[in-house]
Antibody, heavy 121, light 107 residues
Framework: QAQLAESGGGVVQPGRSLRLSCVAS????????LHWVRQAPGKELEWVAV????????YYADSVEGRFTISRDISKNTVYLQMNSLRAEDTGVYFC??????????????WGQGTTVTVSS | LVMTQSPATLSVSPGERATLSCRAS??????LAWYQHKPGQAPRLLIH???TRATGIPVRFSGSGSGTDFTLTINNLQSEDFAVYYC??????????FGQGTKLEIK
């Protein structure tokens, strides 16, 4: 059974950094596009970033472009989200999700339970 | 590209039908997905391709529409169906825009 498990959330001061991890089980990240989606308190889901199945393509939401970096380690079957220059508005629950890539995309059908990030002084 | 869902909140009695709407600011063909999200849980994919149920999704969930206007219909509402529902477009990506959600509550 395909599963994702996030970790790395916590409380961090504005301007500091945090790295989230997402470990996949039951499938290989090299066959799937992996996304990060977040939800600020009381707000809607917001797509954050995606890395392609082969790692050659990475895309970001305008709100995080230049501050966040998505990457992966195939040997660990893990995707990461490096978050730098954090702001209060980055606070929320961060989910990783898996989906087919590109024209084969048909929705995010594997999700983790989320990890909570709080940016506060 | 903006995805707009309506209504923001929908109150329906168990056993009845719920109709949720999603509108795209420009045509997205049939490249639309619907998700169900309950507090403290992971979102769950319900529909992709505007009308295709994801694996394991009950037949009481159905999607329709193309272009800019889409509908999620839930027949014979069960207690476990009360949640927030999001539409998401994947025709013009990135980004993979979500709507602002519709909260389906018990009447």
């Amino acid at each position: 059974q395909a599963q994702l498990a996030e970790s790395g959330g916590g409380v961090v001061q504005p301007g500091r950094s945090l790295r989230l991890s997402c470990v996949a089980s039951g499938f290989t990240v090299s066959f799937y596009g992996l996304h990060w989606v977040r939800q600020a308190p009381g707000k809607e889901l917001e797509w954050v970033a995606v890395i392609s199945y082969d790692g050659s393509n990475k895309y970001y939401a305008d709100s995080v472009e230049g501050r966040f970096t998505i990457s992966r380690d195939i040997s660990k079957n893990t995707v990461y989200l490096q978050m730098n220059s954090l702001r209060a508005e980055d606070t929320g629950v961060y989910f990783c999700a898996g989906a087919n890539w590109g024209k084969e995309y048909n929705g995010m059908d594997v999700w983790g339970q989320g990890t909570t990030v709080t940016v506060s002084s | 590209l903006v995805m707009t869902q309506s209504p923001a909140t929908l109150s329906v009695s168990p056993g009845e039908r719920a109709t949720l709407s999603c509108r795209a600011s420009q045509s997205i063909s049939s490249n639309l997905a619907w998700y169900q999200h309950k507090p403290g849980q992971a979102p769950r994919l319900l529909i992709h391709g505007a009308s295709t149920r994801a694996t394991g999704i009950p037949v009481r969930f159905s999607g329709s529409g193309s272009g800019t206007d889409f509908t999620l219909t839930i027949n014979n509402l069960q207690s476990e169906d009360f949640a927030v529902y999001y539409c998401q477009q994947y025709n013009h990506w990135p980004p993979y825009n979500f709507g602002q959600g519709t909260k389906l509550e018990i009447k």
